[in-house]
């Protein structure tokens, strides 16, 4: 597993830092967003250590179908399903990208707007 010891989010992986977990497994995990945007926010996370979207290799094209699987299966448990939800990954400086370790937004329980800010 890929950890960079400086990293907020692999420090939540590797337990040292706490976080609200609402899955877990080998390879994956998620989060209650600490700074929430909606009603829910969840944050899902590779516990391996890729810092943006640009950076996933060709050999882990996987990784973003197991990372939506984990999502569709939140939202559903969120209540989510019928109303709908939103999911936003930021990548870079110009997308808003604040924690360079990947991860995914689900945002739901409130009508969002577009265009996003
Ligand atoms: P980004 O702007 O990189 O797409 O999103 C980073 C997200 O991580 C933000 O929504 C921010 O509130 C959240 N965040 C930053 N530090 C922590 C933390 O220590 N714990 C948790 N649970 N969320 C964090
Ligand atoms: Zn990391």
């Given at each position: 597993m890929n950890r960079d010891p400086g990293c907020?989010?692999?420090?939540i992986a590797s337990k040292e830092v706490g976080a609200k977990i609402v899955y877990e497994d080998e390879k994956i995990m998620a989060v209650e967003d600490v700074n929430p945007q909606?009603?829910?926010?969840?944050?899902?996370?590779?516990?391996?250590?890729i810092p943006t979207l640009q950076?996933?290799?060709?050999e882990e094209s996987g990784l973003m179908d197991t990372l939506f699987q984990v999502i569709k299966r939140l939202a559903k448990d969120r209540?989510?399903?019928e109303k709908g939800?939103?999911?936003?990954v930021n990548c870079g400086p110009a997308?808003?990208?604040?924690?360079?370790?990947?991860h995914l937004h689900l945002l739901g329980g409130r009508n969002?707007?577009?265009?996003p800010g």
């Open positions: 907020i989010f692999c420090r909606a009603p829910v926010h969840l944050l899902v996370i590779p516990k391996s250590h950076d996933i290799g060709d209540g989510l399903s939800y939103r999911v936003v997308g808003g990208q604040t924690v360079y370790h990947l969002m707007k577009w265009p």
